[in-house]
């Protein structure tokens, strides 16, 4: 279960600390349906829906693509794309075929780098879409479905899977005039949201992650974060960074001490930056990476604008240690670390990071679980969709809708001369 640590925060809020009072009623109003975007909050049952017939459908063809190719190229944007990554980048599962993900942007240069990286090896392609109209993914999934065509013919049909609604939209309507083997994306489950559906499993399962036992500790994860008090990480959450913008905290700095969690803060962003970035509110998700950034944003952090909060992810165990050698003559003076692992030295630089931002006036909220394998990854996607419905709620937003992003789009396709447009 992820645990939450607000000692490095309650020193900036009044004695009256988080209003848990306003997390209870966000929770209720989540639970039962009754504010705005109610009609997509089916995430929260996706780990007990999918189990079952959805789960065995992803896990075979999964196989099918583990059998049939050294590389599976998974072509979506956004909520399409963002959550398999993060999945794929944090958990690093072993000896699958390597998974190259296009379609989110339209750059020339780095559409044929993927394609140069993909080569002359044996590949199938997920083509991830809930709308099926989205121009970025719509290129590529039309480039990769011609080289897949050229290569193998008419047997290209069986190494395509389309991810997407179901019963509307173009690619629906290509994938089954094509035959190519298809999945839901829920209609009540929005894109950001859907990391546990077939959006994120069939990519996590075709690169080696077991999905049996993620999905698993999802519904276990749901299950525990329906808890209505204090107790529950989402709220201490959501109610400490709500209490926190409204001190003038506008900025939450996601921090994490694993590079591989690079990808899962760029999931978070998204989640709450299209959540809760609307009417003129919401905390500006930003993300860093320790001890890296240390070295490049800490002089920032710890002495620029006081208008950032800082939420570090950690992990309790590192999967593999690794011991500090020892060395003869001691030339480079770190003998005093000889024999200690980095785990542990890893866990220091945290604690003085910690003291020494908290000190400077950035708010500090903990959040960790114990390993960063299958659990940890479903545990941490179920505690931050939970919180950020809540947060968004207490914001006064509807954390479900993004009107916002149709505007470069109606640009962008009356510029293009898209018919109609
Ligand atoms: O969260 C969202 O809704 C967005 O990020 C979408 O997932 C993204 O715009 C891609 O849309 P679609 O899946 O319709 O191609």
């Not at 509110?281 to 950032?308: C, F, K, W």
């Not at 006036?361 to 969709?385: Q, T």
Request: aromatic share 10%; hydrophobic share 40%; net charge negative.
């Amino acid at each position: 279960m992820v645990k939450v640590d607000l000692s490095g925060a309650l020193g900036f809020l009044d004695s009256a600390g988080p209003d848990y009072g306003a997390a209870s009623l966000a929770h209720k109003a989540l639970a039962d349906g009754i504010w705005a975007g109610a009609e997509f909050t089916g995430w929260r049952q996706l780990p007990r829906r999918v189990q079952g017939e959805e789960l065995k459908k992803i896990q075979t063809a999964a196989e099918r693509i583990r059998d049939t190719s050294q590389v599976l190229v998974v072509v979506g944007i956004g909520g399409s794309y963002l959550g398999a990554r993060a999945g794929i980048e944090l958990i690093r599962p072993k000896n699958g075929p390597e998974v190259i993900f296009a379609g989110n942007g339209l750059s020339p240069d780095d559409l044929n780098d993927k394609i140069e990286r993909l080569g002359d090896r044996d590949f199938s392609v997920n083509v991830v879409s809930k709308s099926g109209t989205t121009l970025e993914p719509a290129v590529a999934f039309r480039v990769f479905r011609g080289l897949l065509e050229k290569k193998y013919g008419a047997a290209a049909k069986k190494r395509i899977y389309a991810t997407t609604d179901a019963a509307r939209g173009v690619l629906k309507t290509i994938a089954d005039d094509e035959g190519y083997e298809t999945f839901v994306v829920p209609d009540d489950v929005g894109g950001r949201y859907s990391v546990l559906s077939a959006v994120g499993l069939l990519p996590l399962a075709a690169a080696g992650c077991d999905i049996q036992t993620l999905v698993g500790a999802a519904a276990e994860a749901m299950y525990d974060l329906d808890q209505r008090s204090a107790e529950n990480p989402a709220w201490q959450y959501a109610a400490a960074r709500n209490a926190l913008y409204a001190r003038g905290k506008t900025i939450e700095l996601l921090a994490s001490y694993e590079p591989s969690f690079r990808y899962m803060a760029e999931w978070w962003k998204q989640l709450f930056g299209e959540s809760e970035g609307k009417n003129g509110v919401g905390i500006y998700p930003a993300s860093v990476e320790y001890n890296a950034d240390l070295h490049s944003m800490g002089q920032y952090i710890q002495e620029g604008p006081r208008t950032l909060m800082e939420t570090v992810v950690s992990f309790e165990r590192p999967l593999r240690d690794y011991e500090v050698p020892f060395s003869m003559g001691d030339a480079d003076g770190l003998n005093y670390l000889a024999g200690r692992g980095l785990g542990e030295i890893s866990r220091v630089a945290m604690e003085a990071v910690k003291a020494a931002h908290v000190a400077g006036g950035v708010p500090n909220i903990g959040i960790s679980v114990p390993r960063r394998d299958e659990d940890g990854f479903a545990e941490l996607v179920c505690f931050f969709e939970t919180a950020c419905a809540i947060s968004g709620y207490m914001l006064g937003v509807n954390p479900f809708d993004q009107p916002g992003v149709e505007a470069y789009k109606k640009n962008m396709f009356r510029m293009l001369g898209k018919p109609g447009a």
